[in-house]
């Protein structure tokens, strides 16, 4: 059985560039919501003439679609994703664009005929709409209400009721609609996650740093120790994400 500071050098020392998550293979496991996203996302990418994916990470999800059409183009904001989304999707001819998640999209109306996104930061519902033509279509798939809050309530206690209810899919669904797109369908679901070792939940926090803001081990160090010793003795952590389907078209 590894030790407590063994584990947690080793995830300090890994990388959390882009949105690779082979590392937690044997250590973590998350169910996958039943649609299947990245072969649904393919799928369309096969069918259309103008993409962009937003908010793309380190450019994985788009990589693995076996087809891409004429013109593909992605945007990231943050820049060790944005060389790594290039490096994967140059040779394939996807142009990646440097561009930050609270800007607005750097591209003329009308231009896509698909925007899709995997997790987006903000789903900036009225950029997305000015980009796509109309009757193109906005294909993603998003992160849901109080989504592993079992992690982020264990090191940041409580959230409020406001906190706990962000990103609800009714909620997006008619900020959608404010800006002129029509929900064709919205599906949601609730996915079991398992942390096996404090590790995984070490490398977790510092590769979505949006969950428990600022972490680091030494700031927390007390409570990971505490953490380590539960796993240890009770097995996995057990959290929850939540995931939710957007299929909407431009009126």
Do not use: C
């Not at 990388?15 to 169910?31: I, M, N």
């Not at 904001?77 to 440097?98: D, S, T």
């Not at 709409?129 to 409580?158: I, K, M, N």
């Amino acid at each position: 059985m590894r030790t407590f500071d063994d584990l947690v050098t080793e995830a300090e020392a890994a990388p959390v560039e882009g949105w690779d998550f082979s590392w937690f293979e044997g250590r973590a496991t998350e169910e996958r919501p039943s649609w299947g996203y990245a072969r649904a996302m393919g799928e369309r990418l096969g069918q259309v003439g103008a993409a962009l994916d937003v908010q793309t990470g380190g450019g994985e999800v788009l990589a693995s679609a076996p087809v891409l059409p004429r013109l593909a183009v992605a945007t990231e904001g943050w820049a060790p994703n944005v060389a790594k989304a290039a490096a994967l999707l140059h040779p394939r001819g996807v142009v990646v664009v440097a561009s930050p998640e609270d800007a607005p999209l750097p591209f003329a109306d009308g231009v896509f005929d698909l925007v899709t996104s995997r997790h987006p930061v903000t789903p900036h519902f009225g950029e997305i709409a000015r980009v796509l033509r109309s009757g193109g279509t906005y294909f993603a798939q998003h992160v849901g209400p109080a989504s592993v809050f079992e992690v982020v309530e264990y090191f940041l206690g409580e959230q409020p009721a406001d906190v706990r209810g962000a990103r609800d899919p009714e909620g997006e669904r008619r900020a959608a609609e404010a800006a002129g797109l029509d929900v064709v369908s919205l599906r949601a679901e609730r996915l079991r996650m398992e942390f096996h070792d404090i590790g995984a939940v070490v490398h977790f926090l510092r590769k979505v740093v949006w969950m428990v803001p600022g972490f680091t081990v030494d700031a927390y160090r007390p409570r990971l120790r505490e953490l380590h010793e539960r796993i240890q003795e009770e097995g996995p952590f057990v959290a929850h994400s939540t995931r939710h389907l957007f299929d909407a078209r431009k009126r």
